[in-house]
């Protein structure tokens, strides 16, 4: 799993594409948060990076997908796919390899937004004056939100070799479980059945978590959700035998 981890890593970090992919999320989360009207920090008058977690997700939906949509989906178009598979390793450690690649890389776009975070906390009157447990906590709720699109990419990889297939389905599926859940839940068509619907959302947890209290069936859900992709990422990955 490790020589899958490094290779993957090493790999992204020599594309010109990854530079490109991070500067792209920084860059646009930076607009949102200092110049975009309306939604940015100086507009707020308070001193918090909501607009940073309000926006992430939806930007991460585009730079998880860029980064895990040429994890198979390159290997079955170059060919080194069989090459890979006949190494001394086992699917799950192909999968769990590429997977932990694309949490790495994931922590390394999100590292830089602390530079935001301490001028925030600089610029508070008085300095600090900001609810350090709230954003810590969405800190966490980005990073495990990231990695369901992560687990979600890398299953959207396997089932295509076509980098833009890949790279289309990942959004897809990123966006529908992260707010179609919700937007259903709120017309109130099923009843009781609405609350199990609102808890498909994986919006509902990455507010939940956001509010700065770690609630263990928000843990339970996106530790599920990555497992559940995993699983089916391993069962198209298999497939290649059948």
């Not at 937007?183 to 068509?189: A, N, W």
């Not at 609102?198 to 069936?217: A, C, E, F, K, P």
Request: aromatic residues 20%; contains cysteine.
């Amino acid at each position: 799993m490790l020589s899958v981890l490094k290779k993957e890593i090493n790999g992204f970090l020599s594309s010109l594409i990854a530079y490109i992919v991070m500067t792209v999320f920084l860059v646009a989360i930076g607009l949102f948060m200092w110049v975009v009207p309306g939604m940015n920090v100086f507009d707020n008058g308070y001193a918090n990076i909501d607009t940073l977690f309000s926006m992430g997700p939806w930007v991460f939906m585009f730079l998880v997908s860029a980064i895990t949509m040429r994890f198979f989906s390159e290997e079955k178009r170059s060919g080194t796919i069989e090459l890979l598979t006949t190494k001394p390793l086992t699917d799950w450690d192909i999968i769990l390899g590429k997977y932990f690649a694309g949490m790495f890389l994931v922590l390394f776009s999100i590292v830089p937004t602390f530079l935001y975070f301490y001028t925030v906390y600089v610029l508070g009157a008085p300095p600090g004056n900001m609810d350090i447990g709230a954003t810590w906590g969405s800190y966490l709720g980005l990073f495990m939100l990231a990695s369901c699109f992560v687990s979600i990419g890398i299953f959207a990889s396997t089932i295509t070799s076509n980098q833009i297939v890949s790279f289309i389905a990942s959004m897809f599926l990123c966006f529908f479980f992260f707010i179609v859940f919700d937007l259903f839940s709120d017309f109130k068509l099923l009843g009781t059945f609405d609350t199990v619907i609102q808890y498909l959302s994986m919006n509902t947890h990455y507010d939940s978590i956001s509010r700065g209290v770690l609630d263990s069936r928000d843990v339970v859900y996106f530790v599920s959700f990555n497992m559940a992709f995993l699983w089916f990422t391993c069962i198209s990955f298999a497939s290649r035998k059948w």
